[in-house]
């Protein structure tokens, strides 16, 4: 074959290559900005910021002008909500409340599980679980909550819900999770509650033994769910880190070529207002970072807050100033301890 006739084929072949890759880049960049159609969820509170229609002011969102600015700090914070529904698209309590962090300058992945029965402020109402700060104004005034009380500049959330999560973790094959032995009846039990709940689709099956294994998606928010074993609620957000941790990794083996339809079957069930350019741009940060195993940690940190009972509810009241400190040495420090239960 002449030389020439070969490199006419080499351009054409590198010619189709590229514009495949222009394609599907465009068909994701399509795909994620269909996430943006409701970045505001409404709230309970017409005077709450989520009802206006607009974009929440910094004061807003509750940022003071000392609140570390991830511009200077290479700290970038999202607030990730789980809330707890019965019935899709019911407005209910953010019973999963973490902040995700992407370090830039220790090239590392964080996760902080917020305690859903901790006793802050809630601003414009009466002290009270930080879980109800979401159903009483929306993530605006969730976002308020926690950048008030621990003096953060939060400004985006992502919010899923339980039906949602189960989809995401079905769409990847299933996370692997070391279920213990005093977790499989808890988990079981829960399992048939779901099922029941889901009466559309078809039931998950139970699981069966204990040890690492692969949990579908029921299976998972199941194990997510547990706070009957173990250390109650306390360990029951180790779980929930667990499965973020264990979803993540497996997100990172999807191909390049089934990348699309995995932001196709997550779009649906992912509510944020994050710009479609900051997704991109922080995923391809995370992906330059040389360790990828992600960070945990917890508030309140043992030995900085009282059990109590408050109007009636149980409650942790935090040492604010203390949690708010060693906070922002996890957040903003070296970030190299594990999570502290």
């Given at each position: 074959m002449k030389k020439g006739r070969m490199k006419k084929i080499v351009v054409a072949i590198l010619s189709l290559f590229l514009l495949f890759l222009i394609g599907t880049a465009g068909y994701i960049y399509v795909l994620l900005e269909q996430i943006q159609e409701n970045p505001w969820a409404e709230s309970s509170d017409p005077s709450s910021p989520s009802n206006t229609g607009k974009k929440p002011s910094r004061e807003d969102l509750g940022i003071s002008d000392d609140a570390p600015d991830s511009k200077e700090t290479g700290v970038f914070n999202m607030l990730l909500f789980g809330l707890d529904s019965r019935a899709e698209n019911q407005n209910s309590r953010s019973d999963v409340i973490m902040i995700a962090t992407i370090d830039k300058k220790n090239e590392a992945i964080k996760l902080t599980s917020l305690m859903r029965?901790?006793?802050?402020?809630?601003?414009?109402?009466?002290?009270?679980?930080?879980?109800?700060?979401?159903?009483?104004?929306?993530?605006?005034?969730?976002?308020?909550?926690?950048?008030?009380?621990?003096?953060?500049d939060i400004q985006y959330y992502a919010t899923v819900d339980f039906f949602g999560l189960e989809k995401i973790i079905d769409q990847v094959g299933g996370v692997t999770i070391d279920v213990k032995k005093n977790e499989v009846k808890a988990l079981n039990q829960i399992l048939n509650e779901l099922n029941n709940l889901n009466k559309k689709s078809k039931p998950s099956p139970l699981v069966t033994k204990s040890g690492s294994q692969t949990l579908n998606g029921r299976q998972a928010v199941a194990y997510a769910r547990i706070r009957s074993v173990g250390h109650a609620d306390f360990e029951r957000t180790e779980r929930q880190r667990t499965i973020l941790s264990e979803l993540f990794k497996k997100v990172k083996t999807v191909s390049p070529l089934k990348f699309p339809g995995l932001v196709t079957a997550l779009l649906p069930h992912v509510e944020t207002n994050l710009p479609v350019t900051e997704i991109v741009k922080l995923g391809v940060s995370v992906l330059g970072f040389k360790n990828k195993d992600i960070i945990q940690y917890r508030l309140p940190v043992d030995g900085t807050y009282q059990s109590r009972s408050i109007r009636g509810m149980a409650v942790l009241v935090p040492d604010l100033e203390k949690n708010k400190e060693l906070l922002h040495n996890f957040l903003y420090g070296e970030g190299s301890e594990s999570h502290s239960e």
């Open positions: 029965d901790m006793y802050v402020s809630i601003p414009g109402k009466q002290d009270n679980r930080i879980n109800t700060a979401y159903i009483f104004g929306g993530p605006a005034l969730a976002i308020k909550t926690i950048n008030t009380n621990f003096n953060l």
